[in-house]
Structure formats: C-alpha cells, structure tokens
DNA sequence: CTCATACCGCGACTCTAGTTGCATTTACCC
DNA sequence: GGGTAAATGCAACTAGAGTCGCGGTATGAG
C-alpha cells in the first residue's frame, strides 16, 4: 500500500510527516536524476530535502527504502499505453517507451536506479516486482483489445504477451549490456505479434510446473 | 584480456603476484558464494585469501573490479552447450541451465552478483558485456547446427536467436522478479523455434538503425 | 485551551570503506 | 650471486554511512 500525502490510513494526513515525506520523495528522484544510483546519498537527500538525516532513516532506513516507496509513489501516476491500431506496432510503441526510458538521463537514470537497488534489498525487489505487475497489467489492454479484433485467438495469456515483447529490450539493456536498435524494437514486437496470433500464448489447462 | 597464473602478458608471471591473483580470486568466488554481493567487503577476502586489503585494493580498485576480473576469468572455463536432437530441445536445454543458476546457492549468488556489479561500475558492465558475448556465441553453435539440418533458413541471426530464447527467464527474473516455471522456459524455447523456423531472424540487408 | 503522544531536529558517536606514505620483500635480469 | 624495479605488507589516517539518546515541536483529542 502507498502512503501518499492524502494516505487515510497515516495517523496524521496532511501535517508534517505528509510535507516531509513529500519534500524527501522530490529530493529522492531529483538527486537520482542528477546523480544516479552509485552516487546518491541519503546525507544529500537530507539537506536538499531539509530534513535530517536521521529522521530519513528513521522512516525509510536507507536509500533503498526511499527507492521503493519512490517507485510505490510512481505506481500512482496516471500512465495508459498508447493505441496505434494494431498488436504489431502497439508492441513495437511500448517496446520503443521502454528503451526511451533508459535512454536519455534523468529518466535513464532513474529506470536504472530502480531495476540496481532490487538486488540490494528485499524492500526494493517486492517494489519493483509490484510496479511491473502494475504496469503489465495495464500494458495488456492493448492485447485484450487485439484479441477483440481478432488478431489473437481467445484464452491467451494477455500480460505474458506483454512481457514476451519487452523481454528482449530489458535483456539487451541490463544483461548484454549492448545498445538498442530499431532493428531489435521490431523484431521483438514482430515475433511476439505473430506468436500471439499463432496461439502461442494460450492459457493451457494443466497446472504449471513447480518454479526451478 | 584476463590474466591468469599462466597469462605471458603478465611482468612476473608465476611470482608472488600471480599466487595473490589466484588466492584472492578464490577467495572472493568463496565470500560470494557465501554472503552474496550485498555483505560482501573487501576486508573479508583480503584476510580469507591472506592478501593485504590495501595490495586488493591497489590491484582491483574494490568490490566491482574483484567481480570484474572474476567473470574474466570465468570465460576462460570450457563450456559447450548440450546437444539434444532439435532446435526447439536445444533451446529448452538452455533456458534450464540459465534458470538453474539463478536458482540455487551458492551458485545463485555469484550469478545476481555479476549483474547487479555491472550497475555499480562500468568496469563491471564491460565484463559482463564480454562474458554475456562469449556465452550466446557458443550457445549459438546449436543454431548454426540447426540451420543446417534445415530447422532455420540459411542467414539467420544465430546469435539472435539464442539471446531471444533466454531473454524472458532474465526478464522475469531480475525485471519482474517473479518465479520461473517450466512453463516459461518451454513457451520462450517454442516461440523461439518456431520464429527462427519462419525466417524471424533473416538478417535484412538495409543497415541497422541509429541505437536510442 | 490544554494535554498526551507521536514525530522530528540535533549532535555526537561508532563502524566500516577506502587511501596514503614508507619500509620490506620478491622476482627477474645480468 | 648481486642489483633493481615492481609489488606487497603495514599501520595510521580520512571520510562517509548509519545509530542513538535527548530535548523540542507539531498534531489531534478532549
């Protein structure tokens, strides 16, 4: 659950706590767009934030605490994948969003930040895992949509066809550690397309296997 | 290139230096394996390995550079992937072996270490670069066999192929940070196959685009 | 208005990472 | 076997991260 300024569970909405959080959360992402995840520091974090530096561990216990409840904040955010009119170049418009992401600083940085602080902390993880649930399931309207149209056949599995195309952007990105092309943008979007028409992505009725 | 005891490129090779080399590579394989990236210091591997910290630190630079020289080091190790019977088995062979060693200790450690270095330092990312290169081109021999049993058409992107068959067990790993099932290493293994089958990965002639 | 409580600021403290200057040892070359 | 330069050991040092106890302040309730 976030806590926000306007969180109704927080036994005090609305008074300090609320302003310090805020204040803290700007100077988190701030500080992140400047510096990155390497050289942030909660003593920087503090005095732009002009809270102290024992109040933020307190609260939040270091910076990958911050880290998570900045991308829990983010979750909050209005996003909406956009509508190009068909699956293919749907794909290929959120396969180019996540490369644009981490792409250009401050927001490569950021998109950086939060994929590096999940191998430091369980916190972190269980945050990102949840903003990507989050952003897959709303990524997978465009698939529901398609196979409205026909594109896909019913009972496939729209968030996996989701991640089946920003899978290969990540891998090259965080694994490969090699530059992103148009050429890898739309062969990603191109297969995962022509997969999903295939029913390559039907929910199939045995149970899954144990996890390895 | 890596310099191992036996490395010519090295001033003294066999001296005093290139036992510290290997006792501190030892050792900090051994603390990884361990207490995983997060807890690991230099002050533990200079004393397990017996090497002065400030001498680690002069020669390595820190944590990421150990790590760094590590994966070097590990390229050197002979590997050669299974052979199946099929570019569809092939692949599943793969995905499992790479699902395998995010699994379990101490393996698991060494694995999440060597990628969450590669945020720290960039050093470690080109390490990581070069190793993660040197797997997919000798993975990418069972596509080459393949193609020429006539399963992929002639001028396929082998190497291509081998990264788009592992790239959803890395996603789901360290992006979503949801378990791996079978079921996931057999859907991104058919995909795959049956993409490199149908041409998917046929290397256009045009020129790449420009990276993002 | 007053009070109780939770939150916060403050500064000093500890602990660990990382650095530096110097003496010593090692290994190669002659 | 002797010389030399690089590498190492050593210890003290700096810097920054993270903690703690205490006193002060804001907030919501009565």
């Not at 490969?176 to 295939?198: F, L, S």
């Amino acid at each position: 659950m976030s806590s926000t300024d306007s969180d109704p569970g927080s036994a005090r909405p609305g008074g300090r706590t609320a302003r310090n959080t805020a204040a803290v959360m700007r100077a988190t992402l701030d500080e992140l767009g400047e510096q990155g995840y390497q050289r942030i520091s909660v003593d920087r974090i503090a005095s732009r934030s002009g809270v102290h530096k024992a109040t933020v561990y307190r609260r939040w216990g270091g910076v990958e605490g911050l880290l998570a409840q900045a991308l829990d904040w983010a979750s909050g955010w209005h996003w909406e994948p956009v509508r190009t009119g068909s699956l293919y170049t749907d794909l290929i418009s959120l396969n180019e969003e996540v490369a644009a992401g981490f792409a250009v600083a401050p927001e490569r940085r950021i998109s950086y930040a939060t994929i590096a602080a999940a191998f430091d902390s369980d916190t972190a993880a269980e945050a990102l895992r949840a903003y990507m649930a989050d952003r897959h399931r709303r990524s997978s309207v465009l698939v529901a949509e398609a196979v409205a149209r026909g594109e896909a056949p019913e009972g496939s599995d729209i968030e996996e066809v989701v991640r089946a195309s920003v899978a290969p952007i990540y891998h090259r990105l965080l694994v490969c550690r090699e530059p992103v092309t148009e050429r890898h943008i739309h062969q990603a979007a191109r297969i995962t397309a022509d997969a999903a028409a295939a029913g390559a992505f039907l929910i199939e009725d045995h149970p899954d296997h144990n996890p390895l």
